[in-house]
T-cell receptor
Framework: DAGVIQSPRHEVTEMGQEVTLRCKPISGHDYLFWYRQTMMRGLELLIYFNNNVPIDDSGMPEDRFSAKMPNASFSTLKIQPSEPRDSAVYFC????????????FGQGTRLTVV | DQQVKQNSPSLSVQEGRISILNCDYTNSMFDYFLWYKKYPAEGPTFLISISSIKDKNEDGRFTVFLNKSAKHLSLHIVPSQPGDSAVYFCAASWSSGSARQLTFGSGTQLTVLP
């Protein structure tokens, strides 16, 4: 398996534009997580899915953020409208159902909103 | 309020010496702890973990110690090598029903000097 695949690797957009980040989890993994990394707050969990169903979105900062998982092999994180403070690295991760197992991360999407 | 804290943002160690990275947590429900390593422009990768029923887990040059009464864990790397230079994230999780999510610390940048 190629691991967790995220696209794009880098995204530069103007304030107010819509941004969509994409993730393909490892095949067979039941959980999918979206994290955001900033200098100030480290790695923050935004939302996670179990078997394509959103379980906890309490980490989503505002209504401008939304995430979907239409099937087991694809998820999106959308920001509309984007703001400069959304600039960060966004990571997608996936893991198996059983307890005491690690999450596998993608390489991340570096988002810059100017 | 951060439930997982890494109070040292950076650490420099001479090659061949021991590196000790520390992590504190506040949530007594956490029952599984992990360390991840992150190189620039890459996603975090799993390094080592420990269950709350143990106080030590060793894997080659890496050992994680858990002190439940103090709500403290540490990662020891010995001997340290220049390739160990990376950001190290401490993470903790608990099982809530069928959910298992990771809460990360803010990371410690380790630099191993040749």
């Amino acid at each position: 398996d190629a691991g967790v695949i995220q696209s794009p690797r880098h995204e530069v957009t103007e304030m107010g534009q819509e941004v969509t980040l994409r993730c393909k989890p490892i095949s067979g993994h039941d959980y999918l997580f979206w994290y955001r990394q900033t200098m100030m707050r480290g790695l923050e969990l935004l939302i996670y899915f179990n078997n394509n169903v959103p379980i906890d979105d309490s980490g989503m900062p505002e209504d401008r953020f939304s995430a979907k998982m239409p099937n087991a092999s694809f998820s999106t994180l959308k920001i509309q409208p984007s703001e400069p403070r959304d600039s960060a690295v966004y990571f997608c991760a996936s893991s198996l159902e059983q307890q005491n197992t690690e999450a596998f991360f993608g390489q991340g999407t570096r988002l810059t909103v100017v | 309020d951060q439930q997982v804290k890494q109070n040292s943002p950076s650490l420099s160690v001479q090659e061949g010496r021991i590196s000790i990275l520390n992590c504190d947590y506040t949530n007594s429900m956490f029952d599984y702890f992990l360390w991840y390593k992150k190189y620039p422009a890459e996603g975090p990768t799993f390094l080592i973990s420990i269950s709350s029923i143990k106080d030590k887990n060793e894997d080659g040059r890496f050992t994680v110690f858990l002190n439940k009464s103090a709500k403290h864990l540490s990662l020891h790397i010995v001997p340290s090598q220049p390739g160990d230079s990376a950001v190290y994230f401490c993470a903790a999780s608990w099982s809530s029903g069928s959910a298992r999510q990771l809460t990360f610390g803010s990371g410690t940048q380790l630099t191993v000097l040749p």
